[in-house]
């Protein structure tokens, strides 16, 4: 489909451009065709630039006897794509502004020798990418793949006699993937108290509300607290609801719906507690549906899922590696249990996903950052299938991953699959993680792809969630230690 670089997307899609017209024997006609022909066949928007930071700047180089020459994706300030004026079409632009969006060519990534027999394997556009990103399989279509090759490289028999020299169906769905669960601009900031440490969003009676609730402090038997805000139109945390003063150590929180009717759920690790309530058609916490549950110590995962149109809950100990499958009854309270295991001791994080109408669990071990120090692993990744009676299935997929990874959550954007991922602050003071926010491919069989992005933000964010409001997507970080929450556009602009 498409090879990329990581990161270095141009953010919300947009793409501002200026053009030196002089240079080009027509004008420039064929320049603005190849912009022309990117904007009106993939989600990316190229703007005539009205004084934005990066941008690029397409001037003609008649030092260049054919094609052009770009960098690869978004680098900070203008950036230059030199284009031949004695090129005879548009097609060799187009593939400038490939690059310059980010695409690498399609024979530089690392499953290439399957496709094309590389003559000049030093030649500068034949090496390995190790890093670039492949999105779906190899095209020899693509607009980043000459479509006879060339003097450095042939096609294998069944590759390459394509007639395509523009956006190839490959090129535009590739495009669209990369760019629709990207991160955008930041658009909201907010710097509250400290201690937040659960939050997620919901709708009642087709409103948005968020939910923030802090555990509080062990030395005060009535500190945690409770806020319930409405979300604003342009994803924006809007006006107070409500504010509840709640005991101490409430740590786990999440909405869900049975039969249409809202719920929420809370747990108390410590203490073993569990309360199920209502919630009101103005989105604040209504009344428990169930007198408290009592004895639930331990448990440190919980949350909802439906397969096959039944409710379940999920429960893990990371203590011990007790996991609980149960159901759930009609009226929201937890039901008879369907299954327990008993796994390793150690899995942090636990989500249910969707895929293609499959459903599967992650499961993460936050592994220890000492022995990640020395010996670069420590955190473990495992993916099964969930069967149809909702319990846990075999295991696709196992990943050995670096130490920290907190916070995971699965995302969908104009129907494409993501993973994001948090990593919390290193434990030892002078040492960091070398990055701490990823973005990854979902694959059609559930399976997680390579990294999209990666980013080296300052750390110590705590809590991450992926919402929708007015049809574009969010994603709010909240960073339990300083009160400083931020919220990031995903996708394209408008
Ligand atoms: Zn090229």
Redesign the pocket.
């Known amino acids: 489909m498409a090879f990329f670089i990581r990161s270095h997307r141009w953010l919300g899609g947009i793409v501002p451009y200026e053009i030196k017209l002089s240079g080009f024997p027509d004008g420039g006609t064929m320049v603005q065709d190849a912009i022309n022909h990117w904007t009106s066949n993939t989600i990316l928007k190229f703007r005539p630039r009205a004084g934005e930071h990066d941008y690029v700047r397409i001037v003609a180089d008649s030092s260049i006897k054919q ?1 052009g ?2 960098p690869v994706g978004r680098r900070g300030g203008g950036q230059w794509v030199k284009i031949s004026p004695f090129n005879d079409d548009k097609w060799p632009t187009v ?2 502004l ?2 310059a969006i980010g695409m690498h ?1 399609e024979r530089q990534r690392p499953d290439r020798n399957d496709f094309v027999i590389v003559t000049k394997p030093k030649d500068k ?1 034949n090496v390995l990418l190790p890093d670039g990103i492949p999105v779906g399989p190899f095209d020899s279509d693509s607009t ?1 793949s000459p479509t006879t090759g060339d003097d450095k490289f042939s096609y294998k028999p069944g590759f390459g006699n394509s007639t395509l020299h523009g956006l190839s169906p490959g090129d535009v769905k590739g495009v669209a993937y990369v760019y629709h669960g990207s991160l955008g601009r930041k658009v909201h900031e907010y710097h509250w108290t400290k201690g937040w440490t659960t939050a997620f969003h919901y709708v009642v009676n087709g409103k948005d509300f968020m939910f923030f609730l802090k555990v509080g402090n062990p030395h005060d038997k009535y500190s945690g607290a409770v806020d319930i805000h409405e979300v604003n139109l342009d994803g924006g945390v809007g006006a107070k609801v409500i504010h509840y003063d709640w005991t101490f150590g409430w740590t786990t929180g999440f909405y869900y719906e049975v039969n249409g009717k809202p719920f929420m759920f809370f747990l108390k690790s410590l203490e073993g507690a569990v309360d199920i309530h209502h919630v009101n058609p103005d989105g604040t916490v209504g009344e428990p549906v169930t007198p408290r549950y009592e004895g639930w110590f331990g448990w440190t995962t919980a949350f909802h899922y439906v397969v096959n149109d039944k409710h379940f809950m999920f429960f893990l100990k990371a203590g011990d590696g007790a996991v609980d499958i149960r159901h759930v009854n009609s009226d929201g309270t937890v039901g008879a249990l369907v299954k327990h295991y008993d796994w390793s001791p150690g899995w942090t994080t636990a989500f249910h996903y969707a895929v293609n109408g499959k459903h599967y669990m992650f499961f993460l071990k936050v592994g220890n950052p000492v022995v990640d120090f020395f010996k670069q692993t420590g955190g473990v990744v495992h993916i099964h299938e969930i069967k149809s009676d909702g319990t846990v299935g075999d295991k696709i997929e196992e990943h050995m991953w670096r130490s920290g990874w907190t916070t995971g959550l699965f995302y969908q954007v104009a129907g494409n699959p993501y993973m994001f991922f948090v990593r919390a602050r290193y434990p030892f003071p002078f040492f960091r993680y070398d990055h701490n926010i990823a973005v990854t491919q979902v694959l059609g069989d559930g399976k997680i792809g390579p990294d999209l992005e990666r980013y080296d933000w300052s750390d110590g964010w705590t809590t991450a969630f992926h919402y929708e409001v007015n049809s574009k997507h969010y994603i709010l970080f909240l960073m339990r230690d300083s009160g400083l929450v931020r919220i990031y556009r995903v996708g394209v602009d408008p």
């Open positions: 094609g020459n770009s593939h400038e490939g690059h060519h556009d980043m």
